[in-house]
């Protein structure tokens, strides 16, 4: 049995990360400070004997005696990283360094949630791992991309300097029962919406293109990465069936057979025009690909928002 700190362990990837370490046998800590997270998110596994739940921010330091680390601690959804961009940033920064230097102090090996946000606007398309990305440093997608990208660097650094055991995954899109139902996520934004018979608002005219992964798949993946041995990524993780927003919105519509009317809003800044993961990597060393349709992961996910 590892003692494992999960850090974002009440947020929606974090909360089913915990769930399948604990079915994997570990004792896990949680920790997380519930700026977008929730305790309802956890609430199952709080009487479970190897489950310690600690509200703490990551921005500061704190010691635990722990094996592994999975770093996932931030906001995830552009609506909520920007609504703090100085909290965001310093999330990211602030809370890779303390979490690398519990790396180095325990010897603990230590997996960064990055994103593929990290890819920017990409001018290439899909993305590979080798793609340096194309950022507005300046834009208000900044103080999450770039500290992101900060942070890959500084695993980097602290495995050069200090030898840290040292884990990059990129994820893409995932979605999935636990999102919020109002953070602004695409996904759970059109179920909620559609479920409710309200508009369907687009950010544009829709034909952005994105990649959606059930979380099922990204934490397998996860879990796949930080068992590698001599490995560290960066590592795409996502599934690269491709749609536009349009798409997503339709099937959307289809499966919860609502009569909601599709609204187009002003362009978000920034926003990618097109996102798909190239997974060849993730194949070869993870052996890993997803499993979960996006009609299945919808599905379960649809099942949730009705009776959430
Ligand atoms: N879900 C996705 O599609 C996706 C894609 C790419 C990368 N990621 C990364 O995966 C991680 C988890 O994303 P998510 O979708 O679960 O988001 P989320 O917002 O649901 O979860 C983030 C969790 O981190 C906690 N948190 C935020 N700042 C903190 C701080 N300073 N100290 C302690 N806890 C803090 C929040 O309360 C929340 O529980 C994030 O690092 C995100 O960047 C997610």
Not at 78 to 84: G, N, V, W
Not at 136 to 145: E, K, M
Not at 210 to 219: A, G, I, K, L, N
Not at 235 to 248: A, C, D, R, W, Y
Request: proline share 5%; charged share 25%; aromatic share 8%.
């Amino acid at each position: 049995m590892k003692t494992i700190l999960v850090t974002g362990g009440a947020g929606f990837l974090g909360s089913h990360l915990c769930d399948r370490l604990i079915k994997n046998g570990h004792k896990i800590i949680c920790v997380d400070n519930l700026s977008t997270g929730s305790k309802r998110n956890i609430e199952h596994l709080q009487h479970h004997p190897h489950f310690v739940f600690v509200e703490h921010d990551i921005r500061r330091f704190k010691k635990w005696s722990v094996d592994e680390i999975y770093n996932l601690a931030c906001p995830a959804s552009p609506e909520q990283y920007q609504k703090k961009p100085a909290h965001t940033i310093e999330t990211c920064v602030l809370g890779i360094l303390n979490m690398l230097e519990l790396a180095r102090n325990t010897g603990a090996k230590i997996l960064q949630a990055s994103t593929s946000e990290i890819y920017g606007d990409p001018l290439e398309h899909p993305q590979k791992e080798s793609y340096w990305g194309n950022v507005n440093t300046l834009g208000p997608r900044g103080c999450y991309d770039e500290g992101k990208r900060c942070a890959e660097s500084m695993m980097i650094a602290y495995r050069d300097q200090y030898h840290c055991q040292i884990k990059i995954a990129r994820i893409f899109n995932t979605y999935g029962p636990r999102m919020q139902r109002h953070d602004g996520r695409v996904v759970s934004n059109f179920i909620v919406q559609a479920l409710q018979g309200s508009d369907l608002t687009f950010y544009g005219d829709g034909q952005q293109t994105r990649s959606f992964c059930y979380v099922e798949d990204t934490v397998e993946a996860l879990v796949r990465l930080m068992a590698t041995v001599d490995f560290e990524g960066p590592v795409n993780i996502g599934n690269p069936v491709e749609m536009t927003l349009l798409e997503l919105a339709d099937i959307i519509l289809k499966k919860t057979q609502s009569s909601s009317e599709k609204v187009f809003l002003a362009p978000a800044k920034d926003d990618p025009n097109k996102r798909r993961p190239d997974i060849s990597l993730a194949k070869q060393v993870l052996s890993w690909s997803p499993r979960v349709s996006i009609d299945r992961g919808l599905n379960h996910t649809i099942e949730w928002f009705s009776g959430s």
